[in-house]
């Protein structure tokens, strides 16, 4: 049996598991307080500290480090690539410790700490399908001006993990099959799946689509610009209005999606209202990727926290089960799928080149 070890850095957090094949033998959340993060200057800085308590952990609960055939981190803010198995080379070290392609972000600790570890004692160093996976149709790329092209940055771990696993209970291939997947928690992606490629997505993190818990979504282009430079607010202060500020937190004051359900239930209008905004905007995207298929979908797939909402999905179950049959996977497995990956590359599956 392969042992695979899975680390996935948070802001305040570590998680770790460690699978014998698909078989998950330890699931550990190593919090790491204020004042610890505090001594690093950059989060590029922390990966000793992590590194560290990871293999203290991990030897704590009596599993030898010498042991795994793999270890895969949670891929980070990389380069624009398709979606797969990467092996952790120098290049990617590179982008990933120097935050060549965003402002700076913990996950970009999972490959650095997965390849200082692997290196150690000579097993493969992995990331999979990391937030930055591009696969965009040539025609979903184009915006309305040059300078301004649409981006792909969305939740594609979990878009790929579901939708492999809905095609191996139909007895199908990812990539036979035509899905529009809808992950929904503190940001909102909606991706056209066509045949093993998400050919067309919304830009989940501070772009447009849907606005979610605590993402603004798309906003009236002409009102931004003239919000961005009246004055009232600095550019972080923008920003956060669209990232961590924006959503039900803007209009509610909360971005725990249970919380809103309680305030619906206690007869809260204003809150009924919002939720309701919240499907309808939803509903509209997945009717723009069922469109944007091309073809017809075999199935519409709600994944992610607020998959277990039973309003939000009785709603879009309501308006888009006309179309397309809706499945519903509540939740996100983010170790489990990644440990897959793992395991299919070393089962055979070609590791991709970064």
């Known amino acids: 049996m392969n042992k695979i070890l899975v680390i996935n850095p948070g802001s305040t957090s570590t998680k770790i598991a460690v699978y014998q094949d698909e078989q998950q033998i330890l699931l550990e959340v190593i919090r790491h307080s204020a004042e610890e993060i505090g001594r690093y200057e950059k989060i590029a800085d922390q990966y000793e500290f992590r590194k560290d308590l990871i293999i203290s952990k991990v030897q704590e609960k009596g599993i030898e480090t010498n042991d795994f055939d793999a270890i895969i981190g949670r891929g980070g803010m990389v380069r624009p690539l398709e979606s797969g198995v990467y092996a952790v080379n120098q290049a990617m070290l590179d982008d990933l410790r120097n935050c060549r392609y965003s402002a700076e972000h913990a996950s970009n600790l999972g490959g650095v700490i997965a390849y200082e570890m692997a290196n150690a004692i000579g097993c493969p160093a992995y990331i999979a399908d990391p937030v930055a996976v591009d696969e965009l149709s040539d025609l979903a790329r184009i915006s309305g001006h040059p300078e301004l092209p649409r981006r792909s940055i969305f939740h594609a771990l979990n878009h790929k ?58 906003l009236p282009a002409g009102d931004l610009v ?11 202060e923008v920003k956060k209005m669209l990232v961590g500020k924006g959503g039900f937190f803007a209009h509610l004051g909360t971005t725990d999606a249970r919380e809103v359900d309680n305030m619906v239930e206690a007869g809260d209008k204003k809150a009924a209202l919002i939720l309701d905004a919240f499907s309808y905007a939803i509903t509209k995207e997945i009717g723009a990727m069922l469109l944007a298929m091309q073809d017809k979908t075999d199935a519409v797939i709600l994944t ?41 590359a070393l089962n055979g599956e070609p590791v991709k080149t970064y």
């Open 226 to 236: 003239k919000l961005c430079f009246s004055g009232k607010y600095t550019e972080a």
């Open 304 to 344: 992610g926290g607020i998959a277990y909402d039973p309003f939000v999905v009785e709603y879009l179950k309501k308006y888009v089960s006309p179309f397309a049959p809706v499945i519903v996977y509540p939740g996100e497995d983010e170790m489990g799928a990644l440990a897959g990956c793992a395991l299919r």
């Open 161 to 218: 993990a579901v939708g492999r696993r809905y095609a191996k209970e139909v007895g199908k291939k990812y990539e036979e099959l035509n899905l529009v997947i809808v992950h929904m928690g503190g940001g909102v992606s909606v991706g056209a799946h066509k045949q093993g490629k998400v050919v067309d997505v919304n830009q989940a993190l501070d772009g447009w689509g849907p606005f979610s818990p605590e993402r603004a979504g798309t």
